[in-house]
Antibody, heavy 118, light 114 residues
Framework: QVQLVESGGGVVQPGRSLRLSCGAS????????IHWVRQAPGRGLEWVAV????????YYGDSVKGRFTISRDNSKNTVYLQMNSLRRDDTGVYYC???????????WGRGTMVIVSS | DIVVTQSPDSLSVSLGERATIYCKSS????????????IAWYQQKPGQPPKLLLY???TRESGVPDRFSGSGSGTDFSLTISSLQAEDVAVYYC??????????FGQGTKVEIK
């Protein structure tokens, strides 16, 4: 079955860096665009970044542009999110999601929590 | 970016009754190239990731009960639960994916049992 598993979250001080991973299984990884979406505590969903199937196209939300970098290693079925210059308002659960049916996000991981705090 | 606004923010409905959530986008999400509206609906239960319910505004994802339906075109959309069940208590989000990049979500609508 399709699985997406996020890892790498934790507590980090403002200004520091963190790298999240999204491991995929149960489907043809190289056929899918992958997104990162985050959710601040008690808040709604915010799209963060996207990477195309071959890594050739990458886009970012305005709030993370210039600080976050998305990449993928198709030999490892893994997408990464390098987060630099972290701010307190980057705190939240980070989900990776597969772009699938009708170009919507048809499978989501369970998320990894990032807490930016001194 | 296209702004997506849901209404109401919360909804209290009796078991077996109809629940309707509205979603309005700041510009049209219809693409004449394939005659589709680029709106999706998600359900999120506490402590869980979102789950895709509908895409292309009205196409039900595999396995989603037929009491969930979507309608609308252009800028105005709705999600209807025809007969609310206890397991439908959740927050529902609409999402537009008409523009690349710039996927945006509505603020969410919390559905509770009256």
């Amino acid at each position: 079955q399709v699985q997406l598993v996020e890892s790498g979250g934790g507590v980090v001080q403002p200004g520091r860096s963190l790298r999240l991973s999204c491991g995929a299984s149960g489907f043809t990884f190289t056929s899918h665009t992958i997104h990162w979406v985050r959710q601040a505590p008690g808040r709604g969903l915010e799209w963060v970044a996207v990477i195309s199937w071959n890594g050739g196209d990458k886009y970012y939300g305005d709030s993370v542009k210039g600080r976050f970098t998305i990449s993928r290693d198709n030999s490892k079925n893994t997408v990464y999110l390098q987060m630099n210059s972290l701010r307190r308002d980057d705190t939240g659960v980070y989900y990776c999601a597969r772009q699938g049916n009708g170009a919507a996000f048809d499978f989501w991981g369970r998320g990894t929590m990032v807490i930016v705090s001194s | 970016d296209i702004v997506v606004t849901q209404s109401p923010d919360s909804l209290s409905v009796s078991l077996g009754e109809r629940a309707t959530i509205y979603c309005k986008s700041s510009q049209s999400v219809f693409r004449s190239s394939n005659n589709n509206n680029y709106i999706a609906w998600y359900q999120q239960k506490p402590g869980q990731p979102p789950k895709l319910l509908l895409y292309w505004a009205s196409t039900r994802e595999s396995g989603v009960p037929d009491r969930f339906s979507g309608s609308g075109s252009g800028t105005d959309f709705s999600l209807t639960i025809s007969s609310l069940q206890a397991e439908d208590v959740a927050v529902y989000y609409c999402q537009q994916y008409s523009t690349t990049p710039g996927w945006t979500f509505g603020q969410g609508t919390k559905v509770e049992i009256k």
